[in-house]
């Protein structure tokens, strides 16, 4: 069985999350994808973040379909980070075929992540393509100390049976969407109160007419 492995806090998941996980569906030929939903990154502020139950649920109702489950796995087994999260799921699904699903943009911030080789050397990983990360994602500290082990797109569908470390480049999902950008127009929109009406006198005490 190949299953992918979508991690993130989801807060909120978006159109270009299913997007991604419909298009590693397809284009590695995966039984399924897991979105590991996290109680929180490590590496951002988590400070307003939605309630792990509530971005699980936002998830479930945004995919809805038959080979995508949302989980809230990680708060279940109590880890942290993704090398721990991944050595338990091989630990205890011996036969399966493991892919990671991240985008672009993780992949520029990738050499932050705890152990982050032997992230890559335990399972083969598939970056899919954004508008704008994308374009110096590869030149991005991992990308370039792992440059040797990718494969060229026109064999992503055997990623899944490659021995890691191996990973590959997915193009075909353009979206801008991200949940940064989402999260700052929550605050933004929560911040903002009522505007005041202005009020419109003349002279009269008329409304003038336009």
Not at 143 to 159: D, I
Not at 165 to 181: I, N, R
Request: glycine share 8%; aromatic share 8%; charged share 25%.
């Amino acid at each position: 069985m190949r299953i992918g492995l979508f991690g993130g806090t989801f807060d909120p998941p978006h159109e270009a999350h299913l997007g991604a996980s419909l298009l590693a569906l397809k284009r590695l030929k995966l039984d399924r994808v897991w979105w590991l939903v996290t109680p929180g990154n490590p590496l951002k502020d988590t400070r307003g973040l939605a309630p792990l139950a509530q971005r699980i649920a936002a998830a479930r109702s945004l995919t809805r379909h038959t080979r995508i489950d949302v989980t809230g796995l990680e708060a279940v087994i109590k880890t942290q980070y993704t090398y721990d999260t991944i050595l338990w799921l091989r630990a205890r699904c011996p036969g399966v075929r493991f892919v990671w699903i991240m985008g672009a943009d993780n992949l520029r911030s990738f050499h932050r992540w705890q152990r982050w080789r032997d992230i890559a050397a335990a399972v083969p990983f598939v970056v899919v393509d954004r508008l704008g990360p994308s374009l110096y994602a590869s030149a991005s500290p991992a990308g370039q100390a792992l440059g040797r082990y990718r494969l060229p797109e026109s064999e992503v569908t055997s990623l899944p049976l490659r021995k890691p470390p191996a990973w590959a480049f997915l193009h075909g999902l353009k979206s801008a969407l991200s949940s940064t950008a989402l999260r700052a127009l929550r605050r933004t929109a929560g911040n903002s109160g009522p505007k005041q009406r202005k009020k419109t006198s003349s002279k009269s005490g008329k409304k003038r007419r336009l």
